[in-house]
C-alpha cells in the first residue's frame, strides 16, 4: 500500500514537470484564461467521476466551505497569479529555486499540524531535495519584487496540500481534487479581466486547445488525484519530498521532446533530488520493533506460552 503511494506522489510530480514544456506552446494565449480552462476541463472529468463512482454524499459544513474556498484562491489561483508576476521581475531560476523549498517547508508545517514533532530524517531529506531542486532550476537572480512574488508562488503550492490535509479524511481525494478546480475558475476568470482586460477573453487555436486539454485531464485531473490519494496516505511531510521531481520532470520532458539538452547542474540537482526522496521516504526499521498483526489475528502471550492452538477471528 505504502509503495503504491510513493509511486502515485512521483507520478504526480512528474507530470506536472511536464507542464513546462507544454505550457511554452501556449505562451501568447491569455494566462489566466487559459488556466481557467483548464482547470475547468479537469474539474468536469473529476466531476465525472465522483459521479460514476457513486460516492456517498457528504454534507459540506461552513468549515469544510471555507477551506475549499481557500484552497481554491491560494492554491490554485493565487498560486498562478504570483507565478505569473513573479516571471515580470524574476527569472525562471531564481523562481524554482524558491519554489523548490516546498519539501523543506512541508516537512516543517506538516507534522506541526497534526501537533507531532517534525522528524529529523524527513527535515533533512527535504533539505537536500529542495537543494537539489535549486541546482537544477539554476540559483539565478532577480529582483527583490521578484523574489518576494516567487515567496507568494512558494505559499501558493504549500497550500495546495497543507490546506488539504484536513478534508481528505472526509471529501476524499477525487472530491478535493474537484471542487477547488470549480471554484477556482471564476476567480482565474476576474483575475484575467482585472489584469489584462477583455483581451484574455478569446478562443485558443486547435493547437492551443489541444494543450490544455493535456494540461487539464493530465496534469490537473490525473496528478492532482494521484497527489491527494498519496497526501493522505503518506502525510504532507514525507510526501513533500516528491515536490523536488518537478523540476527533474520539466528536465526529462524537455530531453525527450528535443527542447534542451541536460547539463552538469540539471543531472547533479536531479541526483541529489532522487538521493533525498529515497532517503525520506524509507522508514528505517527500529531494534526491536514490534511487528504489527491485523487485528483479528493477534495472539495472547498466554496462548503461546501455554503452546494451545490460537484462536482467531
Do not use: C
Not at 514537470?17 to 505550457?23: E, F, N
Not at 512574488?149 to 481534487?177: C, M, N, Q, T
Amino acid at each position: 500500500m505504502r509503495s503504491s503511494a510513493t509511486i502515485g506522489a512521483a507520478s504526480a510530480m512528474l507530470l506536472v514537470g511536464t507542464s513546462t514544456a507544454v505550457s511554452a506552446t501556449i505562451a501568447d494565449y491569455p494566462v489566466f484564461t487559459g488556466q481557467a480552462l483548464r482547470y475547468a476541463l479537469a474539474a468536469a472529468i473529476l466531476l465525472a467521476v465522483v459521479g460514476h463512482q457513486r460516492l456517498p454524499r457528504v454534507r459540506l459544513t461552513a468549515r469544510d466551505v471555507l477551506l475549499l474556498l481557500a484552497l481554491a484562491a491560494t492554491g490554485l489561483a493565487g498560486f498562478n497569479i504570483f507565478l505569473v508576476e513573479a516571471t515580470r521581475h524574476a527569472g525562471p531560476a531564481m523562481i524554482g529555486s524558491v519554489v523548490g523549498a516546498v519539501p523543506l517547508v512541508l516537512a516543517l508545517i506538516g507534522p506541526l499540524m497534526e501537533r507531532r514533532r517534525p522528524a529529523p530524517r524527513t527535515v533533512g531529506a527535504a533539505l537536500v531535495v529542495a537543494l537539489g531542486a535549486a541546482v537544477a532550476a539554476g540559483l539565478g537572480s532577480g529582483s527583490l519584487p521578484g523574489f518576494l512574488l516567487s515567496l507568494g508562488a512558494l505559499a501558493g503550492e504549500v497550500a495546495f496540500s497543507l490546506l488539504a490535509v484536513p478534508l481528505l479524511p472526509k471529501l476524499g481525494p477525487l472530491r478535493v481534487a474537484a471542487y477547488p478546480a470549480v471554484l477556482s475558475v471564476p476567480m482565474l476568470l476576474v483575475a484575467g479581466l482585472v489584469l489584462d482586460g477583455t483581451a484574455s477573453l478569446r478562443l485558443p487555436t486547435p493547437g492551443q486547445a489541444a494543450a490544455f486539454g493535456y494540461l487539464g485531464a493530465i496534469v490537473t485531473a490525473a496528478a492532482f488525484f494521484l497527489w491527494y490519494d498519496a497526501l493522505r496516505r503518506l502525510g504532507a511531510d514525507r510526501a513533500g519530498l516528491f515536490a523536488g521531481l518537478v523540476p527533474v520532470g520539466a528536465l526529462l520532458t524537455a530531453v525527450l521532446l528535443g527542447l534542451g539538452q541536460a547539463g552538469p547542474a540539471d543531472v547533479t540537482g536531479a541526483l541529489l533530488v532522487a538521493a533525498g526522496v529515497v532517503v525520506g521516504v524509507r522508514r528505517p526499521r527500529r531494534t526491536g520493533e514490534a511487528h504489527t498483526v491485523p487485528e483479528g489475528h493477534r495472539v495472547s502471550r498466554r496462548l503461546v506460552g501455554s503452546r494451545r492452538t490460537p484462536h482467531t477471528a
